[in-house]
Antibody, heavy 114, light 113 residues
Framework: QIQLVQSGPEVKKPGESVKISCKAS????????MQWLKQAQGKSLKWMGW????????TYAADFTGRFVFSLETSASTAYLQITNLKNEDMATYFC???????WGQGTLVTVSS | DIVMTQTPSSQAVSAGEKVTMSCKSS????????????LAWYQQKPGQSPKLLIS???TRESGVPDRFIGSGSGTDFTLTISSVQAEDLAVYYC?????????FGSGTKLEIK
């Protein structure tokens, strides 16, 4: 069965960076793109963009350009989200999900606190 | 960006009752070439990641109980749960995938009396 397993919770200070991993199993990694979504506590979901797992081409939503980077380690069936220069408003749970919505990671909570 | 508006924001029903929730988009999600509506419904239970229930406005995913029914076209969509069960306690989100950025509604929280 499709499974996406994300790395564990992170506690960071403003200005630091974080890199979240998302390891896929149960399907051929390159057969589906990977999207990333943000969910602040008690809020709805916000689509950050996606990465084509065949070509590595990335598409970012307007609010997620500059400090956000999607990347791949295809040999390990793993996708990554890196956020640099963390701000208080980046505090949220981040999800990876197949681009067809049929598989989601369990979410990674990023806490930003001085 | 396409704006998705969900109503009500919360709803409390007793087990066995029928519940409907609405999702409206700021522009049509019906693609004329294939006559498909690019609208999905997700269920997010407390402390869990979202689960895809319905895609293409009305196609239930494998394993989703048939009490979950998606309907609508164009800009107006509905999710109906024909007989609510206690395990349906969750927030339900609609999502449009007609255009990027993909956008979600603010959710309907379903509470069981």
């Amino acid at each position: 069965q499709i499974q996406l397993v994300q790395s564990g919770p992170e506690v960071k200070k403003p200005g630091e960076s974080v890199k979240i991993s998302c390891k896929a199993s149960g399907y051929t990694f390159t057969q589906a793109g990977m999207q990333w979504l943000k969910q602040a506590q008690g809020k709805s979901l916000k689509w950050m963009g996606w990465i084509n797992t065949n070509t590595g081409k990335t598409t970012y939503a307007a609010d997620f350009t500059g400090r956000f980077v999607f990347s791949l380690e295809t040999s390990a069936s793993t996708a990554y989200l890196q956020i640099t220069n963390l701000k208080n408003e980046d505090m949220a749970t981040y999800f990876c999900a197949r681009d067809d919505g049929t598989g989601w990671g369990q979410g990674t909570l990023v806490t930003v606190s001085s | 960006d396409i704006v998705m508006t969900q109503t009500p924001s919360s709803q409390a029903v007793s087990a066995g009752e029928k519940v409907t929730m609405s999702c409206k988009s700021s522009q049509s999600l019906l693609y004329s070439e294939n006559k498909k509506n690019y609208l999905a419904w997700y269920q997010q239970k407390p402390g869990q990641s979202p689960k895809l229930l319905i895609s293409w406005a009305s196609t239930r995913e494998s394993g989703v109980p048939d009490r979950f029914i998606g309907s609508g076209s164009g800009t107006d969509f509905t999710l109906t749960i024909s007989s609510v069960q206690a395990e349906d306690l969750a927030v339900y989100y609609c999502e449009q995938y007609y255009d990027t950025p993909l956008t979600f509604g603010s959710g309907t929280k379903l509470e069981i009396k």
